[in-house]
């Protein structure tokens, strides 16, 4: 398996709170993404990484910033949870474009 | 816009039974294609890929897809199904051209596969 992991897998937060969610790699890969997954909507593309400090924005990306001071980590922030954030947020990995994209295991957000 | 459709939301087939998921994409440039395996609570996994050559792909677990340019098609087949199959199955595309792309998932086909 790749060596991929997202912490923490659940989460439960208030409305208004920060969030942080951690995407941590040990295989070097280049690209990195932020996908957010809901029923109907498949995966939808957060934010995304080309490399170290090199970040673009995906198609949901309001309220969501995102920070990757080194390669193997790419973080998430929601910088005032809210409920429409609740969902399944997976993070992936990608050596160069057109190769296999790695999926972490997902984090289960809650916003109350 | 760069988009991914799926075309069926759910497909229920019957064990042993052939089935075709469906895919098209929007692109006024070069693309890579892919399809993924979602099982229940699990992160996703590749079936296969189309980069370039040959138009019909082979992937894991007996799943074939043929990329169609002029339809802008890539749809996932398989000729006989096992209960084991039941999962979600994603369409992807790069579409790629310049430095770096990124990865455009379609909205998934439930497959629920009855014996």
């Known amino acids: 398996d790749a060596g991929i992991t997202q912490s923490p897998r659940h989460k439960v937060t208030e409305t208004g709170t920060p969030v942080t969610l951690r995407c941590h790699q040990t295989e070097n890969h280049r690209y990195m993404y932020w996908y957010r997954q809901d029923p109907g909507h498949g995966l939808r593309l957060i934010h995304y990484?080309?490399?170290?400090?090199?970040?673009d924005k995906g198609e949901v990306s309001d309220g969501y910033s995102v920070s990757r001071s080194k390669t193997e980590d790419f973080l998430l922030t929601l910088e005032s949870a809210t409920s429409s954030q609740t969902s399944v947020y997976f993070c992936?990995?990608?050596?160069?474009?057109?190769?296999?994209?790695?999926f972490g295991q997902g984090t289960r957000l809650t916003v109350v | 816009a760069q988009s991914v459709t799926q075309l069926d939301s759910q497909v229920p087939v019957f064990e042993e039974a052939p089935v075709e998921l469906r895919c098209n994409y929007s692109?006024?440039?070069?693309?890579?294609l892919f399809w993924y395996v979602q099982y229940p609570n699990q992160g996703l996994q590749l079936l296969l890929k189309?980069?370039?050559?040959?138009?019909l792909v082979k992937g894991i677990n007996g799943f074939e897809a043929e990329f169609n340019k002029s339809q802008t098609s890539f749809h996932l087949r398989k000729p006989s199904v096992h209960i084991s199959d039941t999962a979600e199955y994603f369409c992807?595309?790069?579409?790629?051209?310049?430095?770096?792309?990124?990865?455009?998932f379609g909205k998934g086909t439930k497959l629920s596969v009855k014996p």
């Open positions: 189309y980069l370039s050559g040959s138009t």
């Open positions: 992936a990995i990608e050596e160069g474009m057109g190769t296999e994209a790695f």
């Open positions: 692109s006024s440039v070069s693309v890579y």
């Open positions: 990484s080309y490399g170290v400090k090199d970040t």
């Open positions: 992807a595309v790069i579409h790629y051209g310049g430095s770096q792309g990124n990865l455009i």
